[in-house]
């Protein structure tokens, strides 16, 4: 039961929240432009990374608000949580440091992690 | 022999009685089950999971694994720790997995085929011959399984109680306690958990503190409770234990508010509680561990400073002359309190060298006459259900002793459970043979013994340290001891059989009977990670999760692997720390409470009016209406749809979805959300609309309402509606946050009431005598707004039955005085009630589709020939490309069609197949070609027939023929024809005029 | 006004209000037609709630306000002050007047008593007087709103009968123990 800043209304507890998967995924603006493969991309197939993703979440039990975390998957940490119109941050400004408790070995350097 | 230590000041001298497997004991009030057995030289509690063997009370505390037992004049609780378990006046007790009894076990046959259920035994065995498995192993299997017998049936009152706090502080012993009063009066608001009824920890179990501050423990302990009572900000919670530390500092702690006392049915006895802290404080201790020898689980057999704690704390001796086998300097003080209570242990075996141990240990057993063997070890100990023989080596020599006793210590593991459970990673220490808590995850301190310091003088400037981090106020604790202060351990955790032989085993768990064989056995075998490892031999994986050997095992694999422990590892701790009763997992929420549960403002005339119920979502809506104590559902149900066509009936709609939708931009969200063209739609007009995935499979369906361009009202199904417009809010927020629209839901603001049928007009020109209802000035789908009475309703002429109707639109308030109204107005008229099964029924007769009866989210309008929903000229909208995949463009896709019987008395069901054959093989050894599903499926009064909707390959263009549907426990099929999805009024005559 | 529970500490009574729900963008013309429709100002923090004896408003999120009258009124006037304000393009103003339920929970002992109910955190510091917060009180979504020494706490109307239910059970348990 992680807990979870809300942009709007503060910390709260993870049940009053839904995850939204993963985040910056623009709908296209001409749909009918694109491929059956490129759609079928953009409607089927997200990322799943071990380690730093990005990630919307929604207040469903709150202010039912949207909004984006960054999250390590691997070990459940909130590294930030931005709003819906903000600048989406860079990769380097997070550091993947903490081993996850099993002692399994870091996002990228080992066949854990479901490559882009 | 027991004997009692007079200086217990935490038993009362009330005398109560209980009974064990039948026979009634004495014991006072605070004793536990364990204690008071012990007072009564029982020393013969259970039998062993695997192998039945005789097994006695092995410790004093949550780590026992041998002493469960079942709690019978309360709910029947099962693998109860004695030692844990306080007793009441009147308790029945008995011991759990023999038969007939105790003393003779007929299980124990298995201890004699043991050398066949060695490790991996459940993985390797049966597997065949076929059918074995269903009609043999499993029922046998079931029967034998586990420990006690499931509990009765019985409605808990366990409670929740959240608590959001800066401070938990985790057991009250002297570290915590030492702790908690560095926040008294600070700002900080602190929980102190504590699991006993008494504070203290070690101060109370043992004697080894002697003053602190100049007082002595039991006054240091009064005082410091004093003032964390007298504190404004601490609150300490007794009889709880701590079970699990979860993410962002969230604990759950089990309070047991019936301690010693039997459960009243009509108060909560048990609370669970959900904590949300800031910092975690975990000064929950220490566990002492075992050593593995032959026959270790003998009864007879308990750790060592076990025995120290039943003579501190619940004021027994258990043995006067036990035997004292241990590798480390702690034992010094059980040695000390035997003797000063008169009593002489028989041996003291150290497994140290000479010179290693303790001058004061020499010397007492030395002024005592006390025999004592260094650089020894126990080889093992014979007996029939109980030690009676117990062998020493040292050297090559050997002794035989005669002994009823053998108090064990192999060393201390801090209790680092919580701590891993938390995440934090764990260190190796060679000074005190454990692992101990190294980096935490989260904001945790660990203080005192948790955190693998056992030197008492140390603590004050630990504790100082470690919270310096928060503002807190000094403290000072001068520590004086009975017993040095160094503590010092010689590496031992099993010893070596004389002989070796199949049935003499050295266990390394006695919860779950593995012995430490099976890890060489597991080893060799390839198992040799320890996740692996403990799966296949189970060890640590019983109710105790081997919290006084896991360490010894991972040392001992280590050992075998010839790898440093650090490099082994630990398994992960999983919560709970201790066994956790479901019912104070579900809290209040069962039973009535099981779901949050919505009424329409009409619930209680449905009630006066004997309707039946279902669920839709967490809406109660009538299902059909009795019209008599007999009548079945399939009657009512055939009447009120019989009732309806030829006179008129109203159903209560208040549980559909509504969503007013309003801004400069709300006609392009609604062209962009639905597949309807909304651009041309006249104002004060409504229609009905699809809602798509992305993926072009429809979502869910409505009526929407157009009061301008910038201005609808949507509807939705029931259990659609919240996740309809949290969805329309997704799309506004993240997707076009250009688009100026507004949303609300509206669903509760009006109780909504569909009337239809022939004589529809006339009731609501008697009930709304102001209002002109016909064709010309009140045309079908449109909807007008009227003033009635103190408030506005709406009105929209729709219906979902086919026949003429209306739906009325009013304020909750308003809506059961309006509702009897009707009723009041259609009695000349034959109005009945209806209930969703009614609705379901004349519905499919006019071929409607219902969301997730006809659609099942791989279902485009296509599939459904609602092609003229979809807005041509609409250059995008959710799920339009998805339309034209190869997969959703396929001519095979299943469609929707309407089954007509060929025999007029045949009934088609839902969910049967529909195939090409007239019977089915008696025996099906080739798949049966599956052309699609019945999706609704009802006998029609107004046809005097069955009738099916139904999803079929290709169903478009097989308009005409003839194909079969299967039947529940038939072999023959039915025959059916294909035809358009209508039954009654193809015309839509009766819609419209 | 209905008497719900009284236990030591905890009194819990229901009352029966009208409310509007307005959604829009907080910027000047909106704050200038509320004032002008309302006589009231809106709270422009969010979260933040300003309230007398007849009226309680409330700034839900950045763009939803909940106007609560406590003072007796017909409801035309409420649908009149609705359609008033949506003649503002840019505003959606709806009516929530019997759609929802109102209790009133004081007493010393009140936050201990919801917390049986809620994980909320009812703390001084993370819940101040004169705001307002969106969560799940006993499963069911609600608005609770901090008065100082008393909570207001809505939720819809079908819900009313298990919330009554529930409130009930949790004052019967705690209070024979």
């Known amino acids: 039961m992680i807990l979870i800043k809300c942009p709007y209304c503060g910390y709260r507890d993870q049940s009053e929240f839904t995850s939204g998967g993963e985040a910056h995924v623009i709908r296209p603006k001409n749909p009918q432009s694109l491929s059956d493969k490129d759609w079928g991309e953009y409607v089927f197939y997200r990322n799943n990374p071990k380690g730093i993703f990005y990630e919307r979440w929604v207040h469903s039990h709150g202010c039912k608000k949207w909004f984006n975390v960054v999250r390590n998957t691997a070990t459940d940490q909130i590294l930030k949580v931005y709003k819906v119109n903000e600048k989406r941050p860079d990769l380097s400004e997070f550091e993947n440091t903490l081993k996850s408790p099993s002692g399994e070995p870091l996002v990228g350097s080992g066949n854990f992690a479901v490559k882009k | ?993 | 006004m209905t008497n719900i529970l009284s236990i030591p500490g905890v009194k819990v009574s229901q009352k029966d209000y009208h409310q509007i729900i307005i959604r829009g963008n907080g910027l000047e013309k909106f704050n200038n037609t509320i004032e002008e429709k309302t006589s009231i100002k809106p709270p422009s923090k969010n979260l933040e709630i300003k309230y007398d004896l007849n009226y309680l408003f409330a700034k839900n999120s950045f763009d939803q306000w909940s106007l609560i009258l406590m003072d007796k009124k017909e409801h035309h006037q409420i649908l009149n002050l609705v359609s008033s304000i949506n003649t503002n393009e840019n505003m959606l103003a709806s009516d929530y007047s019997y759609g929802q339920v109102y209790f009133e929970i004081e007493g010393e002992n009140k936050d201990y008593f919801i917390n049986q109910l809620t994980h909320f955190d009812l703390r001084e510091e993370k819940f101040p007087k004169s705001t307002m917060a969106q969560t799940i009180i006993a499963r069911i979504d609600c608005s609770i709103y901090n008065l100082g020494n008393k909570f207001v706490i809505t939720c819809n109307k079908s819900y009313e009968d298990y919330f009554q239910k529930r409130l009930k059970d949790s004052a019967l348990l705690s209070n024979a123990s």
């Open chain 2, 1 to 993: 022999m027991t004997a009692i230590n007079n200086d217990c000041q935490y038993i009362s001298k009330n005398k109560i009685s209980f009974t064990f497997d039948g026979k009634i004991y004495s014991a006072y009030d605070g004793d536990t089950v364990a204690s008071a057995l012990l007072r009564n030289n029982v020393r013969l509690v259970g039998r062993s999971f695997k192998y039945h063997r005789p097994r006695g009370i092995y410790t004093c505390g949550i780590e026992e694994p041998n002493a469960l037992v079942q709690i019978i004049s309360e709910h029947n609780e099962p693998n109860t720790r004695a030692t844990i378990k306080r007793v009441y006046d009147g308790m029945e007790i008995i011991s759990q997995n023999r038969w007939p009894s105790l003393r003779h076990d007929f299980g124990a046959i298995n201890n004699i085929l043991s050398p066949i259920f060695s490790a991996g035994f459940y993985y390797k065995t049966f597997m065949g011959p076929k059918g074995f498995w269903k009609n043999l192993y499993e029922p046998l299997i079931r029967r034998s399984a586990g420990l006690g017998k499931p509990p009765k049936n019985f409605r808990s009152k366990s409670t929740h109680q959240y608590h959001n706090t800066d401070v938990v502080i985790i057991g009250a012993g002297l570290s915590g306690l030492a702790a908690a009063k560095k926040f008294i009066n600070t700002k900080y608001k602190v929980l102190l958990i504590e699991q006993d009824c008494y504070l203290g920890g070690i101060l109370k179990n043992s004697n080894k503190v002697k003053t602190i501050n100049e007082l002595t423990p039991q006054e240091w302990i009064s005082e410091t409770e004093e003032l964390i009572l007298n504190s404004k900000n601490i609150t300490i919670l007794k009889n709880t234990l701590v079970t699990t530390y979860n993410f962002t500092n969230h604990l759950i702690a089990l309070e047991d508010k019936f301690a010693g006392k039997k459960i009243e049915l009509n108060k909560s006895e048990l609370t669970l509680h959900k904590i949300r802290t800031s910092n975690t404080i975990i000064t929950n201790g220490h566990i002492e561990r075992f050593i593995s020898f032959r026959n270790n689980d003998l009864p007879g057999v308990m750790l060592a400073s076990s025995f120290e704690k039943y003579i501190h704390r619940y004021g027994v001796v258990p043995e006067k002359e036990p035997v004292i086998f241990t590798n480390n300097s702690s034992s010094l003080s059980l040695l000390k309190k035997l003797i000063s209570l008169g009593c002489k242990p028989k041996a003291y075996i150290d497994s140290r060298k000479k010179d290693n141990i303790e001058t004061e240990i020499k010397k007492i057993l030395k002024d005592n006459d006390i025999s004592f063997f260094s650089d020894a070890e126990i080889e093992g100990c014979d007996g029939n259900k109980k030690i009676e023989t117990i062998t020493i080596r040292q050297g090559k020599s050997f002794t035989k002793l005669k002994s009823s006793m053998l108090c064990v210590s192999g060393g201390y593991n801090p209790d680092i459970h919580l701590f891993t459970q938390s995440k934090g990673l764990v260190k190796w220490d060679k000074n005190i043979l454990s692992f101990k808590p190294d980096t935490p995850f989260q904001k945790t301190i660990t203080l005192g013994s948790t955190s693998g310091n056992y030197n008492f003088k140390k603590l004050c400037d630990e504790i100082n340290e470690k919270l310096s981090i928060l503002k807190t106020k000094k403290v000072s604790l001068d520590i004086n001891l009975n017993v040095p202060n160094k503590f010092s351990i010689n590496e031992l955790w099993e010893t070596k059989k004389k002989n070796n032989s199949n049935w003499s085993k050295s266990f390394i768990d006695l919860h779950n009977d593995v012995t430490i064989k099976d890890l060489k056995q597991a080893i060799t075998e390839g198992f040799d990670r320890i996740e692996h490892l403990k799966r296949y031999t189970t060890n640590s994986m019983g109710t105790d999760q081997g919290k006084i050997s896991s360490i010894n095992s991972l040392a001992i694999v280590s050992k075998m692997l010839k790898k440093e422990i650090s490099e082994v590892g630990t398994t992960t701790y999983r919560p709970p720390y201790a066994p956790l009763s479901f019912a104070a997992i579900a809290g209040r929420s069962t039973y009535e409470f099981y779901d949050p549960e919505r009424k329409t403002s009409i619930h209680s005339w449905h009630l006066k009016n004997n309707a039946v119920f279902e669920d839709v979502g967490q809406w109660k809506r009538p299902w059909y209406f009795k019209a008599s104590e007999n009548e079945t559902m399939y009657q009512a149900v055939q009447r009120e749809s019989k009732m309806l066509r030829e006179n008129a009936g109203i159903l209560d709609g208040s549980t559909l979805g509504k969503i007013e939708i309003k801004g400069r931009d709300a006609l392009e969200f609604m062209n962009l959300m639905y597949t309807n063209a909304f651009s041309k739609m006249k104002a004060m007009t409504s229609r009905y609309a699809m809602m798509l995935g992305e993926d072009g499979m429809i979502k869910d369906d409505g009526i929407i309402c157009k009061i301008s361009d910038q201005h609808f009202i949507a509807t939705t199904t029931s259990s659609g509606a919240p996740k309809v417009l949290a969805d329309m809010e997704e799309y506004l927020q993240t997707e076009w946050p250009h688009l100026q629209v507004f949303l609300n839901s509206i669903t509760e603001q009006f109780s909504t009431f569909n009337i239809s049928g022939p004589k529809t007009r006339e009731i609501m020109m008697k009930v709304f005598p102001d209002i002109d209802f016909s064709n010309d000035a009140f045309p079908f789908m449109t909807f007008k707004n009227f003033d009635y009475k103190e408030t506005k309703i709406r009105i929209m002429r729709a219906s979902f039955t086919g026949e003429l109707g209306y739906e009325i639109y009013i304020p909750p308030k308003f809506g059961l005085k309006l509702w009897e109204e009707i009723f009041s107005c259609g009695k000349e008229y034959n109005l009945i009630p209806y209930g969703t099964e009614t609705m379901h029924l004349l519905r499919a007769e006019k071929g409607y589709i219902v969301i997730g009866q006809e659609t099942d989210g791989t279902v485009t309008p296509i599939d459904l020939n609602y092609n003229w929903m979809i807005g041509k000229n609409k250059k995008d909208f959710i799920g339009k490309r998805s339309l034209s995949r190869p997969d959703t463009s396929r001519e095979d896709r299943k469609q929707l069609v309407g089954l007509s019987p060929i025999n007029k008395k045949d009934i088609i069901e839902e969910g049967q197949h529909i195939v090409e054959l007239n019977e089915l093989p008696k025996k099906i050894t080739n798949p049966i070609k599956y052309l699609g599903h019945v999706s609704s499926g009802y006998h029609s009064p107004n046809l005097n027939h069955s009738i099916g909707l139904a999803m079929i390959k290709g169903g478009k263009n097989l308009l005409g023929q003839k194909f079969f549907v299967t039947a529940t426990g038939k072999t023959k099929n039915i025959p059916v024809e294909i035809v358009k999805p209508v039954f009654i009024d193809p015309e839509n005559k009766r819609l419209t005029s």
